[in-house]
């Protein structure tokens, strides 16, 4: 039913997507899909001479590798750089969905707390905007 799979995930708070990941993984391995790990980290400078970026890809793949172990799929990891730091971040995971022509995403969202009825969400803004089928879990 689906060839790629999208998965945003933000390594800092993993533990708060076993839902989003189990459902990817069950869906994929259903489906025989592909699915990708991204992660939108901020492209700003640093002092060191690896860049954030080089780092968080190493976690990525470390992640995308014991996901796939986990269920069964193949997986790889992707980092986005951040295009806008004012923007959602919502506009850089569908780009990244586009650009590895993914037919589904799947992402994790969290209870609507106030300051979401003030800034819209990143799951919201996937949602309304991607041309592909979007699942949010809460």
């Known amino acids: 039913m689906y060839s790629r799979i999208l998965v945003p995930v933000d390594l800092d708070h993993a533990d708060k997507l076993t839902k989003a990941l ?4 069950q869906t994929a391995k259903q489906s025989t899909a592909e699915v ?6 901020d492209a700003v ?3 060191s001479a690896r860049t954030d970026g080089e780092r968080m890809a190493d976690r990525l793949k470390a992640f995308a590798s014991e996901q796939a172990k986990r269920h069964g ?3 790889t990891g992707q980092i986005a750089l951040r295009s806008d730091l004012h923007l959602n971040v919502g506009s850089d995971i569908v780009q ?3 650009e590895a022509e993914c037919d589904l995403i799947i992402m994790a969202s969290h209870v609507p707390g106030f300051k979401d009825h003030i800034f819209s969400s990143n799951a919201g803004y996937v949602a309304s905007h991607a041309p592909m089928s979007v699942y949010v879990v809460r």
């Open 45 to 47: 400078p640093t002092m």
């Open 36 to 41: 990708i790990y991204v992660d939108v980290v």
């Open 22 to 25: 189990d459902l990817a993984g």
């Open 96 to 98: 990244t969905a586009n």
């Open 73 to 75: 799929i193949n997986a």
